[in-house]
């Protein structure tokens, strides 16, 4: 394990250096493209008769169980280091838009790529039951904007814009796997629950992972006001997102939101209340790199998934077609909620023009998308989806992660002070 280990860290930082020095893409889409790279020069090497770099990378792939190792413990560490830095004041001022996107705005798409989905199997041939439709819109549905943040902050885009975004990313992967999770339940139990049943569970799930997010976040920060050296500061905060994971999962609430709650608690009033000048600078920075690693491993081991998954060109047009699909969903959650929410005086000035085509082309999916497909049941559908999810997600990060940054300089310019004061 640990040479598998050393192996995929080691390929993650040699495409991570070239393309800081050659591609100079987005640090998450350049990892990608540069695993991405190495799939096809394995393929075009097995063609030529030579598949040993073919067969290594297949193996690596293979004993990485992706689903585990980012709902356990990826996951868990890339939300925590999100909230951690994300202003909770600012949050309060544009939380319409944001609850509307990661609750209403998950289900509404779950449904919409559902029925869409359903019509292309059946157009393709395939018979797939409509409950896997609906674990499809589920799973694609919570969108993945790691790779996009920095060319929003880079190209302009006006501060509820990227806040909106930022929010929006944070709770809806909570969202998702809920109603993933309530869904998966209702495919192994073989019978519809009643709607009563699936609103407690969903209640259990999202409103308990607040609660206990709540708990263990005050908790820490009582701890943390009771040190002053950073060693033991960094450490209560692993300490939380880790051994908080865990629990969350034993007690059956979400643990994406409870490490969105607890890290929203500590990011703001553990950092300004409970810490030193110097146990706040080691947390920052510590949760910064683990983010940036995290990131790059996460993308790196998504470009290199293409080697491990069979498929055709029938695939390829399904999953282009399925893309279609979704983005749009999006376009139909995203512009009757805003435009909703621009009709509402108290929170009118929160949406910026141009906020409609952002946020439907900036909602890439992205790992969370890939782990929960690979978390379905054994069998045909599970091979399907997982195969056209894969695509779908590497299609929306490649065309959409990297036009996202010329559409936002279109509509605002390139800098960001001027964008924000003409909005």
């Not at 041939?125 to 880079?154: E, H, N, R």
């Not at 992967?173 to 569970?201: N, Q, W, Y």
């Not at 500061?233 to 979400?254: C, D, P, R, Y």
Request: glycine content about 10%; some cysteine; hydrophobic content about 55%.
């Amino acid at each position: 394990m640990l040479d598998l280990a050393a192996a995929f860290i080691a390929l993650t930082t040699l495409f991570t250096y070239l393309n800081y020095r050659l591609i100079r893409l987005p640090p998450a889409i350049g990892v990608m493209i540069g695993a991405l790279l190495l799939s096809l020069l394995a393929y075009g090497l097995s063609a030529l008769g030579y598949p040993v770099l073919e067969l290594e990378i297949q193996e690596m792939i293979r004993r990485i169980d992706f689903s585990d190792i980012l709902m356990t413990w990826f996951l868990p560490a890339l939300l925590f280091a999100g909230a951690l830095h994300v202003n909770l004041d600012d949050l309060r001022s544009y939380k319409w838009p944001i609850t509307f996107l990661a609750t209403g705005g998950v289900l509404i798409a779950t449904f919409v790529v559902a029925g869409l989905a359903h019509y292309t199997f059946t157009l393709f041939g395939w018979q797939v039951s409509f409950i896997y439709c609906l674990l499809f819109g589920a799973l694609i549905s919570p969108t993945d904007p790691i790779a996009v943040m920095g060319i929003l902050k880079s190209s302009g885009a006006p501060k509820p814009l990227q806040t909106t975004i930022v929010g929006e990313s944070l709770f809806n992967d909570g969202t998702a796997v809920v109603m993933f999770s309530i869904l998966l339940g209702i495919l192994m139990i073989g019978h519809t629950p009643t709607i009563g049943e699936v609103s407690l569970l969903f209640l259990k799930e999202a409103i308990g992972g607040i609660v206990f997010g709540l708990l263990l976040g005050y908790v820490v920060y009582l701890l943390l006001s009771k040190v002053n050296e950073f060693q033991p500061s960094v450490m209560l905060t692993l300490a939380l997102v880790f051994g908080g994971a865990s629990l969350a999962a034993k007690l059956h609430v979400s643990a994406p939101i409870v490490m969105v709650v607890a890290g929203l608690i500590i990011g703001n009033h553990g950092r300004h209340h409970a810490m030193s000048e110097e146990s706040r600078r080691y947390v920052d920075g510590f949760w910064i790199l683990i983010d940036e690693i995290l990131n790059a491993l996460l993308f790196a081991l998504i470009g290199l998934e293409l080697l491990v998954l069979p498929f055709t060109w029938l695939h390829v047009v399904a999953a282009i077609l399925l893309g279609g699909a979704v983005l749009l969903a999006r376009v139909l959650t995203v512009g009757p909620g805003i435009v909703l929410i621009r009709q509402l005086k108290s929170v009118q000035l929160q949406v910026a023009p141009g906020t409609i085509r952002i946020l439907s082309w900036g909602g890439l999916r992205g790992g969370v998308s890939v782990a929960l497909a690979l978390a379905l049941p054994l069998g045909p559908e599970r091979d399907l989806l997982l195969t056209l999810t894969y695509i779908v997600v590497l299609v929306s990060i490649l065309v959409q992660g990297l036009t996202i940054g010329p559409l936002v300089k279109s509509l605002y310019g390139s800098n960001p002070v001027e964008a924000e004061e003409a909005h």
